[in-house]
Every structure is written in structure tokens, then in C-alpha cells.
């Protein structure tokens, strides 16, 4: 087992082929650096697609959680737990001020939302509406990827649950000529992931906002990517001046132990009494003891300036090299979450970096996409952008 050619052989022996995986088996983790079965180190630039917030393994949350394992790691939800009960509590405190369901993935999250959305509309009208968006992500259920307005991720599933209309991002008039008196709820990313880093005008949100508050439907932001620091703030919503009804949140929340969020603000406090939904595992002892060490280790080492000093560094550095190279057509970005439009094949450089011992991740045939830890250095995140400019004039070349 002590070779990434072992692990890929059992791998094609066992494991389901739901994914096309790179080659290499990485079984250790440090800070920003993955180390794999032939002892290569690999500097990650997309730690978990974003769950790793603190990068690898950082002490003090590995620490935590040891302590949580001696103490105790699950105890169901007919009982009160402590540090759900604290988590609930800080979620709401970072700007929020909302009530949370606790569940285990981002997919969950979002379902959490579509039922709470379609009672919500049960009990307003028999609304069951939501509409969503073209390019966006939400998870893979049956109703997230309903909810995701991309064909290849709905193929070869349907039928689909009814009632959901997809609308461009950023363009208003899209999501108004979609509004009927059975619209219950718009869901979106502020910022479409892995649809290609896509950013409305700010304009967008507040419209959406007030379409929202004028006719009693519910916004419910998919935070899952966009939360717990990315854009420079806990929440998404406060980079982008919004206020949701609800949010939902995972990735990054438990720093790569699996917890995901649904939260919602006081008036929909009763839209979901006991019997309507739940999750064995959702909010357990570990998980939250998890969440609550990355907000501890965010406020501590001061994480959202990281966030806003390198974000400013990295953008700095990718318009010097868009004009040194010509390579790049666009650059989109909040905080350490970028999505950068290339003239080469995406996959190319993605492989010319991992080929450096540089991991960078594709969305799109000609879009890179760069989420580091929160926590990263200047000179990682220096030396990330630097091999991907070598990789990108590399394959620009030939
Ligand atoms: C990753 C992601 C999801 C799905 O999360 P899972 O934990 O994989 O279920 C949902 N929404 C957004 C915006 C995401 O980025």
C-alpha cells in the first residue's frame, strides 16, 4: 500500500469510478503542503475545493479535535448538545442573527433550504416555484442538482422534481420574466463556483433583494463556497451588501471534517417543527467542535486580513501577468477566491503546474480557479501564482 500505484490499483479493484482522479495518493497534509504515497510534497491551491480553510492539519484544530475524540463524538439531535447549542450561536453572532439546522454536506444544506423554501410556500399560497440559475452549482441530490441549473449534472436522472426555473446571472430582467404568483424562492451562489467564477454587477444582488422583500419570496444564498471567510468576510452577503433569508453553508465551515449548515432568519423560526426534517449525523459532537476551532483560529491569527492583504497581492500579480503574457482574458475574484479566464486549454496548465508539484484547479475548458487556505503565506501564494504563470507561457508556446 505504500506507492500511489498500489492505492490506484486498488482503487480500480474497490471503489466506485464516480470520479476521474488524478493519479496521485496523498496521505498527509501540512499547512498549505500534501505529501503523497511516493513522498512527493505538493503545494495545494485549492486545499478540499475549499473545506480546507486552515490548509492542512493546523495544530490547533487537529488538537481540538483529538480532545473531542477523548470526550465525546456523537450524540443525536433528540438530546441537547453543547456545542451546537455554541456554534448556533456564533453563526447568528457573525452577522447573521438567524436560526440554524445543522447537517453534514452542501448538498444537505440546500435541500435543508428547498423544503424549508417549498413550506414556506405551502403555507403562502400553495407557491412552490424557486428559481435558480444558469451555470450555477448546488450539490448532487436529486433536488440540488435539479436546483443546478447545468444539463450534464441532470442527465440521464429524470424525471426531476417539478418546480424549478433557471434564469441568467446577472441579468434581472431574466429572473423577473420568471416570476409567477407560485415563485417561492430565488437561490444562488453571490458567486458561481464551479460554473466558472462567475460575479454579477452589485446592482444584481440588491435587485433580487427588493424583488424578493416586495413580493414575500424567500432568498436563499448558497454560501457554501462563499462562506466562513472566502471573500474577505465571514459571509458572502456582507461583501455583497445583501441580506438573505437563507443561508447555506459547508466546505470551509468544519475545515475539512464534514458539517454543513442551513440558517434562516427569525421569521421562518417555525416553518420546520419537530418531525419535518433532520439528520442522524447533522451537527454532532466532533463536527461542531470542529467549526467552532476554525472560527477560533480565523479570529486568532487574524485570518480576514490575510484574506484582504493577499487578495490584493494576487490581483496585483495577475493583471501584471495578463499584460506580460496576453494569455489571460479575465480576472475575476473577492478575496482568495479566483477565477482566472486563459487563452490556452485549462486542463493543460492545470497539469503543467501539477507537473511543478503545484496543485491548481480547472472550472471550464479555459477558466483556472485559484481557493487557497485563508491561512496561506505570501510566499505560497507567491510561488502558486509563479509556477502557473511559468505553466501558463509554457503551454501558451506551443
Ligand atoms: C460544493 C458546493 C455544493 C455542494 O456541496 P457538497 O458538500 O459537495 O454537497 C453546493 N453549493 C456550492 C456553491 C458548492 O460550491
Request: charged share 20%; net charge negative; proline share 3%.
Amino acid at each position: 500500500m505504500n506507492t500511489n500505484e498500489n492505492v490506484a490499483k486498488l482503487y480500480s479493484d474497490y471503489v466506485l469510478s464516480t470520479y476521474g482522479r488524478e493519479g496521485i495518493a496523498f496521505y498527509k497534509g501540512e499547512g498549505s503542503y500534501l505529501i503523497d504515497m511516493d513522498g512527493n510534497r505538493y503545494l495545494d491551491m485549492y486545499p478540499g475545493w475549499g473545506t480546507g480553510c486552515l490548509g492542512h492539519s493546523h495544530p490547533y484544530l487537529a488538537d481540538q479535535l483529538c480532545d473531542q475524540l477523548h470526550t465525546l463524538i456523537h450524540v443525536p439531535n433528540n438530546f441537547y448538545n453543547p456545542l451546537q447549542a455554541e456554534l448556533a450561536k456564533r453563526l447568528a453572532d457573525y452577522g447573521f442573527g438567524g436560526y440554524t439546522f445543522f447537517c453534514n454536506s452542501g448538498a444537505e444544506a440546500n435541500e435543508a433550504a428547498i423544503k424549508l423554501a417549498r413550506r414556506f410556500g405551502n403555507q403562502t399560497g400553495g407557491r412552490f416555484e424557486i428559481i435558480t440559475f444558469y451555470k450555477s452549482f448546488h450539490g448532487r441530490t436529486l433536488a440540488a442538482i435539479t436546483a443546478t441549473g447545468q444539463p450534464k449534472y441532470q442527465q440521464g436522472f429524470e424525471p426531476l422534481p417539478a418546480g424549478f426555473k433557471y434564469a441568467e446571472f446577472g441579468n434581472f430582467e431574466s429572473v423577473m420574466s420568471l416570476v409567477t404568483d407560485k415563485t417561492c424562492a430565488i437561490m444562488l451562489e453571490l458567486i458561481q463556483g464551479e460554473g466558472g467564477l462567475n460575479i454579477a454587477q452589485d446592482n444584481f444582488y440588491r435587485q433580487i433583494e427588493s424583488l424578493c422583500r416586495e413580493k414575500n419570496i424567500l432568498l436563499i444564498a448558497d454560501e457554501v463556497q462563499t462562506g466562513i471567510g472566502r471573500t474577505g468576510n465571514i459571509y458572502g452577503f456582507q461583501t455583497f451588501g445583501v441580506s438573505p433569508d437563507v443561508v447555506t453553508l459547508a466546505k470551509a465551515l468544519g475545515g475539512g471534517v464534514p458539517i454543513g449548515a442551513m440558517m434562516a432568519k427569525p421569521a421562518l423560526k417555525d416553518m420546520l417543527p419537530p418531525g419535518m426534517h433532520a439528520s442522524t449525523f447533522g451537527g454532532n459532537s466532533f463536527a461542531c467542535r470542529a467549526a467552532l476551532a476554525v472560527f477560533d483560529v480565523i479570529e486568532k491569527e487574524n485570518l480576514l486580513n490575510n484574506v484582504k492583504e493577499l487578495s490584493e497581492y494576487a490581483f496585483a500579480r495577475f493583471n501584471d501577468i495578463a499584460r506580460e503574457t496576453g494569455l489571460i482574458t479575465a480576472i475575476r475574484g473577492k478575496g482568495l477566491m479566483f477565477g482566472v479566464d486563459i487563452t490556452v486549454a485549462s486542463a493543460d496548465v492545470k497539469a503543467a503546474c501539477r507537473e511543478k508539484f503545484v496543485l491548481i484547479n480547472n472550472v471550464g475548458e479555459k477558466t483556472i480557479r485559484f481557493l487557497p487556505a485563508l491561512n496561506i503565506t505570501g510566499d505560497d501564494l507567491k510561488k502558486g501564482i509563479d509556477v502557473f504563470e511559468q505553466a501558463l507561457l509554457r503551454e501558451g508556446k506551443k
